[in-house]
């Protein structure tokens, strides 16, 4: 099996910084994209960042700019450094990654962590 463990997350002010990390460990060969999503209250999931493949980066427009995705390869870690936050990014953040396990690596499957708390306070 594998397990996403997330940590990082907190209350700041508006225009302050937080970064978050996302640790996978567990049977893992490799992983196809590590993504950031988010959920506020009576909202749906919204895919925050993403990096596919290792190299194709996409961010949702709200956060371009003020968000940046990277990974450690070596220790199938996902970051999310979060600047110039406003209220409006408060939620709950959430890591995926699309991960190919040893024995079965031609199935990927998606795992989820367990969420991590963002508020920002104005």
């Known amino acids: 099996q594998v397990q996403l463990v997330e940590s990082g997350g907190g209350l700041v002010q508006a225009g302050g910084s937080l970064r978050l990390s996302c640790a996978a460990s567990?049977?893992?060969?490799?992983?196809?994209?590590m993504s950031w999503y988010r959920q506020a209250p009576g909202k749906q999931r919204e895919l925050v960042a993403s990096?596919?493949?290792?190299?194709?980066?996409t961010y949702a427009d709200s956060v371009k700019g003020r968000f940046t995705v990277s990974t450690n390869d070596a220790k199938n870690t996902l970051y999310l450094l979060m600047n110039s936050l406003k209220p409006e990014d408060t939620s709950a953040y959430y890591c995926?990654?699309?991960?190919?396990?040893?024995?079965?690596?031609?199935?990927?499957?998606?795992?989820w962590g367990q969420g991590t708390q963002v508020t920002v306070s104005s």
């Open positions: 995926n990654f699309r991960v190919r396990r040893r024995g079965f690596f031609d199935q990927p499957t998606d795992y």
């Open positions: 567990g049977s893992i060969f490799s992983i196809d994209a």
């Open positions: 990096i596919i493949s290792g190299r194709m980066i």
